[in-house]
């Protein structure tokens, strides 16, 4: 008998329509195609056209329709009608809910703004909340940055005018050996899988660095496995191998870095350290022609790396030599880091020799024309093709400024930054630090702050200090503690409030951030003090408002709830103003508009605060008839300007020749076009200003162009940060504003302005000898935060998330497969299941990030394995350091930024007896919005 | 039927690159998504939001550690799906004919409507690529996204099967490896492509890329004995800084 | 494997019953009339009984009939066509028997043939899965064979068939089990050819792609203990065969004769519980497990 086959139609209808617009299933924002049948979401999947990803998707975005129909979303305002904490609420208007609030603010605002702090957590809007906040007059504003990243972002600033991921990326097209260190998977997801793609298929090289050896670092060539919280030192031991064998590329650190720039070495001299410059300001270099004295930027100047000058009695010598003596030094020797980072100093050298290889060996070079600022006229473009990348795994320590500054420093000592091959900046960025703005923190009742909150301090005159020098603002960003916090301290806020140090605030309001559960350090602590009550039976934080879209643990600790919308629902703008998406090829910005309505009575936060704005009759949510003045936010979107001709979107803008992209004035239809545009807007860099962006006429006048710079802004960049310096002479005794006494020799030893390395904090606070074990998280590829365990295709995937043990220490205690550990730290204990993993750093554990969830949350049942078997690390950490007798308690930060160090956990681990669940257990919360249901066939279409 | 055709027109499956794939579960999503809402049946998810959530899915991302004699142990992160092997054996134990394998490309579907939902091509199949839907109670499987592949109502450039287009990684490739000269065939010629489990003789069409050689640099000593292999890269100008700056100033002397 | 309740139940008594029609085809014992009626209703439940269980694990019974169309190739299918012939050419031989008193031979031989060729067809449904080698052997036709024949004697009062066949069944069984523990591993498939990764070093599962549990898991993975696996055999083989051959050996009685027939009953459902539970198929080792 023959084959038969039953005939199927191959051609099925896909769907009615698809709706493009951006993902949020994460912080990376990919462009999405929703192909809706019958008006519902049917299917999602990556946009071919948008230029973050390219038409992939990662697991979270495609599962963006179960997070789109979960259960656990909000349905109407609620009204907190049990104690904090119980999740008892009742449902509200929205007008009496806005009322509220508005009866809690409108007197602070008249008798002190200070008394709010608003927080965004991981809000993809701060441009616009900060606008909010900045109108409202409160000092007390930041989204989420403090808890994440600052240390990178901050560091790269700092250095070169731009860090990794939103300023930056590898030149995946031209490298050929990629070096990664640690990174949070949400971070530039689905561009660094697809580079890595790029890299393999031309068979180019990768280096991992990582204590663990999972994701990015399972495909790496050359695993090199690290222990936490000694990255800097093994990059400055890199450097030293570097600079002791010439390899380092002298050319380009004359040209385009402050490595020529004279500073003064007379350590009695008030300017001790400073750079030395003209009447200009101008930082002064020797030109190599004329041996003279001359402002780095003058045409035709070769800046002289090597000579050193005298002045008024004062010898200057230029930051290379500082940099040779510093780093020369046996101290960074490979056998000396070998056994403290974990590493051979056989394969630091290894790695050291190969890095120079490609570099120099490889060069490679693209026939390209383009004029540098001193107005050279160069032939080609050459490039170092050796690429480098890191994020949260190496901010997220108390010496993470310091180590993000070795790895920029690096890179530029290779010359690979800004290069084919390298390291490559995309727009809005490069931009030096001084283009950034100054924290501002003045507050009057009733007006607007007297500028952004956040920003970049110069010097100790920037500091957010009140007038008796007192911290300006509640998270203590910007003072002598942490006087680089430029993105704010999240993670000090509720425990700041609740101790009233600085000071006692009314109303704590927070959007999208689960600070009562896994984005907190010391959560039990935090509950505590979000529920905790005066003498009075008070709370001592009197008002919380939070806005979530989810039934997440944070809300439960509310008094009040707005609900937001899910992401298909709702208008955003990916803006230049903001955290943009462009590409080192092209600047880009992107919308999300709702490809569906709400079947619920809930409202886009972003659209709640433009008409709370209102009430509150905020001076940019008004019209001078006291109006509102923008109806939701798409009419924001499309009228705002920030400056003239310079809006959220910069897309089909209104021309003087009509439609045009860049500057122009607010298009009613703008919006409209980037929906027909598939919810994006892409304008490309012409070629000749591709590379070396910070120094390349044709960039800067692209730049311009476009709206980014009102004028060029050529720089170089700053392998010696002299801000960090002026904070070092404070410290040493000069200058008006001073620290305080205790800070004094922190300040010395940790703002030094080139990069160094020290221990972690947690080093010296606890027996190393006891504490013997690093214990880290990452944040699996399938899951964001606390969001995926509400989204039934991911939480099957991560239900539960096992301690990683590595070989040694699950031997050495006798573990076997099912059993669990008792893991303590010097502030916490918590029991949990274990696993073995042979690829992992000897003296380091490890587990999943926020996969534990609390009972009742997420309209997860009560015995959902989240919350039997799933645990946080997060009770194991506190905000501060353990006690060191001195009577102060330090903040587990970084001294620079105030960046919370995660990283710098120490435990130990014994085997325990299995408990029936995870311990710490908490009582359940009562779910808002009931339990999803037992069984699930979703299909759209029939 | 589920006697199998004596040859098939083409050869269609994947080449999955264990060098490549992160493990980042996007193919195991987005087929998820794209076969629930198409072929036959919803793929079902039970107790979704319970104390054992356990759903259909036709793809999963499973991980290795592999300890070397020597060295570090490596992680690898392993896709499986159908192999659409050439000799199924979970068509041949079909009973009622709901497993084929199609002449024309070697896809190996199930028609549902002719499914008893009796399992045992899903013992047949030594991979696992087969799952019976809990809530639907017949056999589900990977369909290389036929309703895609051929599929006139989306662009050619779309006409992949799901997991293929989302790789952010690129891990993954689809196409004919009946034909020699195809991208897919040429991968593995070149990258040595290998079947899983060929002990078992159902000659899958599915190919695997296997990782290539890790670790090289600890492999290399620094120096062997006197010779420091090293010497031509990291061969030092200076050990202190006051002949680093004597270097320099000659360094830029030829610049 | 899992043992599912239903196929134990199933492989069973059908075996039992289709055992039972057997010795009844072949004469044995020569009974007609209401006699006949209740060995015949007795061989039904079981064999009929066993089918329909069957049935309960199956996603689409309604469809069962499509399950005739691939004799061709699968061995369900051809048990599906052999046991209802077996079943027709036994019930008109039966009806001969029971309502005319006559016994037609050729038909009884057929239907004989044919309950064996059914217990031989439901064997190779196991037999055939090169998945599971535990099972991929020869011996599994013959064990299976052999148990139905020697309960069939039992059933059908063949005391002395029963006596031979039941020691016989017995080997067989040791036999299957003591090669069986070493299948997997004499199969060559392991986590290496699994994955194709055994060229670079020794292969452990780490994650599992779900942290939750599959349809993978609940019906190919069962793991059974050691000293459980040996208790059950040790039940399985005094109650299956020892005790029903201590029992035949003293004189005669119903009440010894049903005892026996049940101790067999549960001894072969310890035994295939255990066919089930100890059957490793190869899709465990891409979970580590086996």
Avoid at chain 2, 53 to 67: A, D, K
Avoid at chain 2, 221 to 231: K, N, R, S
Wanted: net charge negative.
């Amino acid at each position: 008998m023959s084959h038969r086959q039953p005939k199927i139609d191959t051609s099925p209808k896909v769907s009615d329509e698809v709706r493009k617009t951006t993902c949020y299933m994460c912080a990376c924002r990919c462009g999405i195609n929703v192909h809706m049948k019958d008006g519902k979401v049917a299917y999602i999947e990556g946009n071919r056209d948008h230029p973050v990803n390219r038409g992939v998707l990662c697991a979270k975005g495609s599962a963006g329709i179960m997070q789109h129909n979960a259960p656990s979303r909000l349905r109407a305002p609620l009204k907190r009608v049990g104690p904090r904490g119980s999740g008892e609420f009742e449902e509200i208007s929205w007008n009496e809910a806005l009322q509220i609030a508005t009866d809690w603010l409108a007197p602070i605002r008249a008798e002190n703004p200070e008394k709010l702090a608003f927080f965004t957590g991981r809000d993809q809007s701060q441009s616009f909340t900060s606008y909010w906040a900045q109108n409202f007059g409160t000092p007390n504003y930041a989204a989420h940055g403090g808890f994440c990243s600052v240390n990178m972002a901050a560091a790269g600033i700092y250095t070169m005018g731009g860090a990794f991921w939103e300023f930056g990326q590898p030149d995946w097209d031209h490298t050929k050996l990629f070096m990664i260190f640690g990174v949070a998977e949400d971070h530039d997801s689905n561009p660094i899988k697809m580079g890595i793609g790029k890299i393999k298929a031309r068979g180019a090289k990768v280096i991992g660095v990582n204590p663990i050896r999972s994701g990015y670092n399972a495909v790496a060539d050359e695993w090199v496995g690290i222990t936490p919280g000694t990255d800097g030192l093994f990059i400055l031991s890199l450097v030293h191998e570097l600079l002791r064998s010439g390899s380092i590329d002298l050319d380009y650190l004359a040209r385009y870095t402050n490595a020529p720039v004279l500073v003064n070495m007379d350590p009695k001299s008030p300017e001790y350290g400073l750079l030395m410059r003209d009447a200009d300001g101008k930082t002064l270099v020797i030109d190599r022609k004329t041996g003279k004295l001359t402002p780095f930027d003058q045409p035709g100047v070769q800046p002289d790396l090597a000579a050193s000058h005298r002045h008024a009695g004062v010898t200057h010598k230029p930051v290379m030599h500082l940099i040779a003596e510093r780093y020369l030094d046996p101290q960074y020797a490979p056998e000396a880091v070998a056994e403290r980072c974990g590493i051979t100093a056989d394969k630091i050298r290894i790695i050291a020799a190969e890095l120079a290889r490609v570099a120099f060996d490889e060069e490679i070079v693209l026939e390209q024309e383009w004029t540098d600022f001193r107005g050279e006229t160069h032939k080609v473009m050459k490039g170092r093709p050796v690429a480098f990348h890191a994020m949260r795994g190496i901010s997220a320590h108390s010496n993470g400024f310091q180590t993000c500054r070795a790895l920029h420093m690096l890179q530029i000592l290779l010359g690979s930054v800004e290069v084919p091959g390298g390291f490559r900046f995309k727009p809005p960025y490069p931009k030096p630090v001084s283009a950034h703005p100054k924290p501002h923190c003045k507050v009057t009742p009733g007006k607007p702050l007297d500028g952004p909150h956040l920003g970049f301090v110069q010097g100790p005159d920037d500091l957010a200090l009140k007038d008796d020098g007192s911290p300006a603002r509640i998270d203590k960003a910007f003072t002598w503690d942490n006087p680089m916090s430029a993105h704010g301290l999240m993670h000090m806020v509720i425990s700041n409030a609740h101790a009233g140090d600085p000071y006692k605030i009314d109303t704590l309001f927070m959007y999208m951030a689960n600070m009562a559960w896994n984005s907190t350090m010391n959560t039990r602590g935090v509950i505590d003090m979000l529920t905790d009550t005066d003498e009075n039976g008070d709370y001592v934080i009197p008002h919380i408002i939070y806005s979530d879209a989810y039934s997440s643990e944070m809300v439960a600790y509310a008094d009040l709830i707005f609900p937001d919308t899910t992401y298909l629902e709702r208008h955003d703008c990916i803006s230049l103003l903001d955290r943009p998406i462009c590409e080192a090829d092209a600047a880009a910005d992107a919308i999300r508009w709702p490809v569906v309505e709400p079947d619920r009575d809930v409202r886009g936060f972003q659209s709640v605060l433009c008409d709370l704005g209102a009430r509150l009759n905020l001076p940019g949510f008004v019209n001078g008839d006291g109006n509102q003045k923008y109806a939701d936010y798409a009419d924001y979107i499309t009228n705002h300007e920030r400056k003239p001709g310079i809006g959220p979107l910069s897309g089909w803008r209104m021309g003087e020749d009509g439609l045009t992209h860049g500057r122009g004035g607010p298009n009613a239809a703008q919006l409209d076009h980037y929906i027909e545009n598939g919810g994006f807007c892409v304008q490309h860099i012409p070629e000749a200003a591709s590379y070396y962006k910070p120094w390349n006429v044709a960039y800067q006048e692209w730049a311009v162009g476009l709206g980014i710079f009102d004028s060029p802004q050529h720089y170089i960049f700053d392998l010696y940060v002299e801000p960090l310096r002026r904070f070092q002479l404070a410290a040493e005794g000069h200058g008006e504003r001073q620290p305080p006494d205790h800070l004094r020799e922190r300040i010395r030893t940790t703002l030094d302005p080139l990069p160094i390395w020290y221990p972690p904090f947690e080093d010296e606070r606890v027996n190393t000898d006891d504490f013997t074990v690093h214990a880290l998280t990452q944040r699996p590829m399938a899951m964001y935060h606390s969001w995926g365990s509400q989204n039934v295709w991911l939480r099957q995937i991560h239900g539960h998330n096992p301690l990683y043990l590595p070989t040694k220490l699950w031997e050495a205690n006798g573990f076997s497969d099912g059993d669990w550990a008792r893991v303590t730290s010097a502030h916490g204990e918590i029991t949990v299941p274990v696993a073995h993993m042979a690829a992992l750093n000897e003296n380091t554990v490890w587990t999943w990030n926020a996969i534990g969830k609390r009972k009742g949350a997420w309209a997860l049942d009560k015995d959902a394995p989240e919350t039997t078997k799933g645990f946080l690390l997060n009770h194991l950490i506190h905000e501060l350091l353990p006690p060191k007798g001195d009577g102060l308690r330090w903040a587990n930060s970084d001294p620079v930024t105030g960046q919370a160090a995660w990283f710098d956990l120490r435990v130990k681990i014994e085997k325990a007896d299995a408990p029936s669940e995870t311990q710490p257990s908490f009582a359940p919360i009562k779910s808002p919005v009931g339990h999803g249901p037992d069984h699930l066939e979703w299909k759209v279409g029939t | 039927m589920t006697q199998l055709p004596e040859r098939t027109e083409k050869k269609l499956g994947l080449v999955i690159d264990l060098d490549t794939c992160v493990g980042c579960h996007a193919c195991v999503v987005s087929c998820k998504g794209w076969n629930t809402e198409n072929y036959g049946a919803p793929l079902s998810d039970q107790s979704p939001y319970g104390a054992d959530p356990s759903g259909t899915f036709l793809n999963r991302v499973h991980s290795y550690e592999v300890q070397p004699d020597q060295g570090a142990a490596q992680l690898i992160h392993f896709p499986k799906s159908c192999l659409h092997c050439e000799d199924a054996p979970c068509v041949t134990v079909c009973p009622t004919g709901a497993s084929y394998k199609r002449t024309e490309d070697g896809i190996v579907l199930v028609n549902e409507t002719d499914c008893i939902g009796c399992g045992l091509c899903a013992w047949a199949c030594p991979y696992g690529a087969r799952e019976l839907d809990a809530a639907e109670g017949v056999m589900k499987k990977c369909t290389l996204c036929v309703d895609r592949i051929y599929n006139e109502n989306l662009p050619e450039e779309d006409r992949l099967p799901a997991c293929v287009r989302t790789c952010p990684a690129g891990a993954r490739h689809f196409g004919d490896l009946g034909d020699p000269g195809s991208e897919v065939s040429q991968l593995v010629a070149e990258r040595g492509g290998m079947d899983l489990m060929p002990e078992q003789g159902t000659k899958p069409v599915n190919k695997y890329l296997p990782p290539r050689p890790k670790d090289e640099m600890d492999h290399i000593p620094a120096t062997a004995g006197e010779i420091d292999v090293l010497a031509p890269l990291l061969k030092p100008v200076a050990e202190e800084p006051k002949g680093f700056i004597g270097w320099l100033d000659k360094a830029l002397e030829k610049l | 494997m899992h043992p599912a309740p239903s196929v134990i139940i199933f492989t069973t008594l059908s075996g039992l019953g289709f055992g039972l029609l057997f010795w009844l085809g072949l004469g044995l014992p020569p009974v007609t009339g209401w006699v006949a009626f209740v060995f015949f209703a007795i061989a039904y439940a079981l064999a009929v009984g066993g089918l329909l269980a069957s049935t309960f694990h199956l996603g689409h019974p309604e469809r069962a009939l499509k399950a005739f169309t691939q004799w061709r190739t699968s061995w369900l299918s051809r048990e599906a066509w052999t046991s209802v012939a077996a079943l027709i050419a036994m019930a008109l031989y039966g009806a001969g028997l029971v309502f005319f008193g006559t016994q037609w031979s050729v038909l009884g031989w057929l239907g004989a043939a044919l309950s064996l060729l059914t217990v031989y067809s439901t064997s190779m449904i196991y037999g055939q899965l090169k998945t599971v080698p535990r099972w991929r052997t020869p011996l599994t036709p013959t064990l299976l064979l052999a148990i139905s024949l020697a309960g069939g004697a039992l059933l059908a009062g063949q005391i002395t068939a029963a006596l031979i066949l039941l020691p016989i069944a017995a080997v067989l069984q040791v036999l299957w089990w003591v090669r069986g523990d070493n299948a997997l591993r004499d199969s060559g498939t392991t986590m290496e050819s699994a994955t194709g990764l055994g060229h670079i070093g020794r292969v452990r599962a780490f994650e599992p792609p779900h942290t939750g549990t599959n349809y993978l898991l609940r019906e190919f993975v069962h793991v059974v203990g050691r000293k459980h696996a040996i208790k059950l055999r040790v039940i399985a083989l005094g109650l299956g065969y020892a005790l029903p051959v201590l029992l035949l050996l003293l004189p005669f009685g119903h009440l010894i004769a049903v005892l026996a027939i049940l101790a067999h009953l549960a001894g072969i459902a310890a035994s295939r519980w255990l066919f089930f539970a100890e059957a490793e198929h190869v899709v465990g080792l891409y979970y580590g497990k086996r």
